[in-house]
C-alpha cells in the first residue's frame, strides 16, 4: 500500500482529445491545415482511432484500469460547424457519450478547446480576430447549457503557452519556417487573407495570441462561471521541470518567466491550473545544459517538480491533466509511471494540493504535425482495424491507481 492518503474524489485517469483520436473531422481548422500543401504535418489524422464510433470501447477500457475520471474534449467545429449553424446529430452523440460517463461512474473532465477550433474560425483570423472571445465564450456557453450539469471540471484552453515554450528551443528553425509555410497555403486554399490556427503559429504573432488567449480564457470563464458558479474551472499549461545547475538560476528564472508566469499569475484567479508535463530541462548560465532542438529530457521526477513550482507561483490547487512519456518500449513506461507517481505521492504529502492524475494518454492517437509516429497510449491501436490492444503498462497505472484507493479496492 502506498502511504500516502488521498481524498475519496481524487481523480485518477487519462486524458484524451477528441481531434487526436475521434477520426472523421472535416470542419477544424486542423483538418484542413493537414490537408494543404505545403503542410507542416507530417500526415493526415484521417480516422484518427475511430473513437467517434467506440468511444463505448474507450470508457469500457478506462473502467478496465480503475479509472473514476475521463478527460475529454467537446469539439467546436463538430457541434458549429458553420457559423451560427449547430449540428444536432454531434449534440445527440455528446448527449451519449455523457451517459456513458456517468453510467460507468467517470468523472467528465471536459476541456472546451484542445488546440482545434471550426474552420469558419481560422478563416476570420482565429483567436487574432476581434470577436473571437465573444464567440469562442457563446460556444461555451452551448456546452454549459446542455451538459453543464454533468461535468466535474473544466479545463477552458489546453496549453495556451504551448507555441511559448516550443519557441525556446523545442522546435528547430524549419519547423517554424514550415508553420508559415503552411498557414500561406491555407490563406491561398480558403480564399482569405488571413488563416490562423492557435496551434500552428508564426514566431511574430506569438505575443498576440498570447494576448487573445488571456481574453478568451477570462470570457470562457465567465461564461461557465454564470451557468454553475460551483463549477472548478481552469486552463491546463505545458510546463517543463525547469532547474538550475550551478549559476544557472537567473537562467531559469527567465524561461520560467517567459513560459509560465502570466499564466500562473492568471490561474491565481482560477479554481485550479492544470498541469501538463513531459520534460526536465536543466539551465546553466548560458543556456540548456546537455539538450539540443527538438530533444527532451525525460526524468519520472519532473511531474513533481512541476506541480511544486505551479502551485508555489499561483497558490491554487493542481489538477496534472496530462503526464507521460512519448516511446515506444513500454517497458520503459512501466518504470516511468510508478516513479513519477511516487515523486507526487511526496508533493501531495508536503502539502500540494492536488486534484487528480490524467495520463497522457489512453490510446496511441495522432500527435499533431508529428501524426501517428509518436507512441504515449496506454493501449495499442492496429491502425487499419483500429482494435485496441493495451499494453502492460496500462496493467502497471492500474495497480498504481490501486495501491492507492485501498477503499475501491475492496468493494
Known sequence: MSDITLPENFLWGAATAGHQSDGGDTTSDTSFLES??????????????????????????????????????????????????????????????????????????????????????ACRGSWLADDAAADFARFCDLVMERW???????????????????????????????????LDAASKAAGVERYRAGNVQRLDEIDAFDDAFEKAHLAARAAIKARRPDLPVGLSLAVADDVAAPGGEAERDRVREACYGRWLRLAATDDFVG???YERIVHG?????????????????????????????????????????????????????????????EAIADGVPVLGYLHWTLLDNFEWIFAYGPRFGLVEVDRDTFVRTPKRSAGVYAAEIAKRTPARVAS
Open 148 to 182: 453543464g450539469s454533468r461535468i466535474a471540471i473544466a479545463v477552458t484552453l489546453n496549453e495556451p503557452n504551448l507555441q511559448r515554450q516550443l519557441a525556446g528551443g523545442f522546435l528547430p528553425p524549419q519547423v517554424w519556417e514550415a508553420h508559415n509555410a503552411t
Open 36 to 121: 494543404v500543401e505545403p503542410t507542416v504535418f507530417a500526415a493526415p489524422s484521417g480516422m484518427g482511432c475511430d473513437s467517434w464510433n467506440r468511444w463505448a470501447e474507450d470508457q469500457d477500457l478506462a473502467v478496465s484500469m480503475g479509472f473514476n475520471a475521463f478527460r475529454l474534449s467537446i469539439e467546436w467545429c463538430r457541434v458549429e460547424p458553420e457559423r451560427g449553424v449547430i449540428d444536432e446529430q454531434a449534440l445527440a452523440h455528446y448527449d451519449d457519450v455523457f451517459a456513458g460517463l456517468e453510467f460507468r461512474g467517470l468523472a467528465p473532465v471536459v476541456t472546451f478547446s484542445h488546440f482545434t477550433a471550426p474552420h469558419w474560425f
Open 285 to 345: 548560465p548560458e543556456g540548456r545544459v546537455g539538450l539540443h532542438a527538438g530533444e527532451q529530457g525525460v526524468e519520472p521526477l519532473s511531474l513533481a517538480g512541476a506541480v511544486r513550482y505551479c502551485h508555489e507561483a499561483s497558490g491554487v490547487p493542481v489538477l496534472v491533466s496530462e503526464h507521460g512519456i512519448n516511446t515506444a518500449d513500454d517497458e520503459a513506461r512501466c518504470a516511468f509511471i510508478p516513479a513519477a507517481l511516487a515523486g507526487l505521492d
Open 275 to 277: 498541469v501538463q508535463n
